[in-house]
């Protein structure tokens, strides 16, 4: 079974950055779309952030966008969310998550979508 585990968290001021990783280990063959998610206390998790393994593609919903960037290194099984401008309703576990898609079939952070998932990775923004 794919398992996943993230580092990198931890507690920074409003306007600060962090950068969060996701090693991918067992046989992540077919998992071809690795997404980030994150939930704050009493509130659903949310897909954030989404990257396809097959074609490198990118996908942030807005609250994030331009403000964080997922990338990939395929060589390591890693992946990446460099988040910056963090702002205190950035708060919350974010975990990393991964499932496969078929063919034209857009990578996105779904929830109902993903099959393996990390423990998560706590993130804390202050004022």
């Known amino acids: 079974q794919v398992k996943l585990v993230e580092h990198g968290g931890g507690s920074v001021q409003a306007g600060g950055s962090l950068r969060v990783s996701c090693s991918i280990a067992?046989?992540?063959?077919?998992?071809?779309?690795m997404a980030w998610f994150r939930q704050a206390p009493e509130k659903a998790r949310e897909g954030i952030a989404a990257i396809s393994m097959r074609d490198g593609s990118t996908h942030y919903v807005d609250s994030v966008k331009g403000r964080f960037t997922i990338s990939s290194d395929n060589a390591k099984n890693t992946i990446y969310l460099q988040m910056n401008n963090l702002q205190p309703n950035d708060t919350g576990m974010y975990y990393c998550?991964?499932?496969?898609?078929?063919?034209?079939?857009?990578?996105?952070?779904?929830?109902?979508?993903?099959?393996?998932w990390g423990k998560g990775i706590p993130v804390t923004i202050s004022s």
């Open positions: 998550a991964a499932t496969m898609v078929g063919p034209g079939i857009r990578c996105r952070p779904v929830y109902y979508a993903m099959d393996d």
């Open positions: 067992g046989d992540p063959h077919n998992r071809n779309c």
